[in-house]
């Protein structure tokens, strides 16, 4: 089993016929993806080695039957094509685009939240998630990857969910679902919905969470760890060293006074029972030995 996404996923593309649309348009297609189309108005009826374009999302849907999309177009459009895509009934709506306005986000967030509760935004700014050998929607770089489970994996931070996926192939561990969920200051999925979706999953026997300086994301991810989860988590919290008041690669990785530090969250996560690693290789030793007691 798995989370979200699976062999049977049907994706467009909306901005394939951008240079970076093509690219992991094609790139996921032939990891397996059933990339079943794409989006854009001006080159409507034509294709992408293969693959129909389509004038409107709305369209795409009709002929193909997608349930998910992958929003890869320039800031400034994002928002739009996030509606566009909420309002043709998608299901899932991976939102790799970054640079988007805090604004945008907060509003077509709140829109879906309000009006399209059966849309999930995964992102904005997000490397996609990957179900090993079924779907991968996004960049996630899936060769690295090992099939078959027992371990879920959940990160904010892009590179960091591509090493969580290669420490555990090293020590010949599977992986059911890799989610990036991204790190601006308004994620469409957080930790939580990831969580209890891997809580849920029969597959995933334990789950590993990459976090970041900024926000209270794993705190209240603590607070549901301990209270809701039966699985084992295996954790680390990047930006030890950031100083306060700067930002560390991500919009929404910045300490702010004494909230969002990475100690924090590092001693919320220890005291709900997470086994809490001091970097990625750690992270995958002690998810090993989490696995062999399994």
């Known amino acids: 089993m798995s989370i979200l996404v699976n062999a049977e996923t049907k994706v467009i593309v909306q901005g394939i016929t951008g240079g970076q649309g093509k690219f992991y348009a094609l790139r996921n297609r032939a990891y397996g993806t059933k990339v079943v189309g794409g989006v854009s108005p001006k ?27 992958m929003v890869i177009v320039p800031a400034a459009g994002a928002a739009g094509a996030v509606l566009e895509a909420a309002e043709a009934g998608l299901a899932l709506i991976v939102v790799v685009t970054e640079g988007i306005p805090v604004h945008d986000e907060a509003r077509f967030y709140n829109q879906l939240q309000r009006d399209f509760p059966s849309s999930r935004i995964l992102g904005p700014n997000c490397p996609g998630l990957l179900t090993v050998g079924e779907c991968n929607i996004g960049f996630i770089p899936a060769e690295v990857a090992k099939p078959g489970g027992p371990v879920g994996i959940v990160s904010r931070s892009g590179t960091l969910t591509y090493q969580a996926l290669n420490e555990l192939a090293q020590k010949g561990i599977g992986v059911t679902t890799c989610v990036g969920i991204g790190g601006d200051p308004v ?108």
Do not use: W
């Open 43 to 69: 080159k409507a009826g034509t294709d992408v080695e293969g693959i129909p374009v389509f004038a409107s999302v709305a369209d795409a849907v009709k002929e193909t039957g997608a349930t998910a999309t």
């Open 187 to 294: 994620p469409g999925t957080s930790f939580i919905d990831c969580l209890s979706l891997f809580e849920d999953d029969a597959e995933t026997k334990a789950v590993i969470m990459f976090g970041e300086i900024g926000g209270s994301a794993e705190e209240e991810a603590a607070d549901f760890i301990r209270s809701k989860m039966s699985k084992p988590v295996v954790s680390y919290i990047a930006g030890v060293t950031a100083p306060p008041g700067k930002k560390m690669g991500h919009a929404g990785a910045i300490v702010s006074g004494s909230k969002g530090t990475a100690q924090a969250k590092m001693e919320a996560l220890e005291a709900a029972g997470v086994r809490v690693a001091t970097n990625p290789t750690a992270a995958g030793e002690l998810m090993a030995d989490v696995v062999r007691g399994l």
